[in-house]
């Protein structure tokens, strides 16, 4: 039996460790968070592609959004942040496995670098949203929109890394849906 990865169980292994490390980024906390709050979440979150992703991820944060949409979106893209660093430090720990082709270890490579330039676009949309308040509002609306637009379609394309793209989504739309 051949201990070279193929690449249908190097993607696998690259899905399962995003979960699992999307996971765990989403925790609970001790008090009692009002059922508005929650139901402000949920209600955005109904129908976003990845409803219950969005959810799962969003809900542990209800007492710092409370029903403030704008506080939502940054929200959504902080833990868009989180999940792509995640996922990019799961890939980078592959790059070191001893026991992958040349085609997997391009493969690595490539999803490195997508992963670095999804926490980079994911990151300016940040920035973008901070600036939602000043005059040029539009604009810095627009900033955003395009900056999650461009990170999410590089993600359905390459789809390497499914809970970054998801994530992504969910914010984006959460963006679309703002005004």
């Known amino acids: 039996m051949s201990t070279k990865l193929s690449s249908s169980h190097f ?11 999307l996971a765990s980024s989403a925790t609970t906390t001790t008090t009692k968070v009002p059922r508005k709050y929650t139901n402000f979440i ?3 979150c109904s129908t976003a592609t990845y409803s219950t992703l969005c959810l799962k991820t969003l809900t542990p944060y209800a007492s710092k959004v409370r029903t403030d949409t704008l506080t939502l979106c940054k929200t959504a893209l902080n833990v868009a942040v989180q999940g792509a660093s995640k996922a990019s430090i799961a ?22 670098e997508d992963m670095k330039d999804a ?5 300016q949309t940040v920035d973008a ?5 000043d ?3 539009k604009f810095q609306w627009a900033n955003a929109n395009t900056w999650a637009m461009s990170q999410n379609v590089k993600n359905k394309v390459r ?6 793209a998801t ?11 703002l005004y």
């Open 135 to 137: 005059a040029d509002k």
């Open 159 to 164: 789809g390497n890394v499914q809970n970054a």
């Open 42 to 44: 949920k209600t955005k």
């Open 167 to 177: 994530l992504t989504s969910n914010a984006l739309f959460l963006i679309n849906h």
């Open 129 to 133: 949203m901070g600036h939602l308040g």
């Open 11 to 21: 993607l696998t292994i690259i899905l399962a460790i995003s979960q699992s490390q």
């Open 119 to 123: 926490v980079y676009e994911l990151k």
């Open 91 to 112: 890939v980078s720990q592959l790059a070191k496995q001893r026991n992958i082709s040349r085609f997997e270890a391009a493969a690595i490579k490539d999803c490195i």
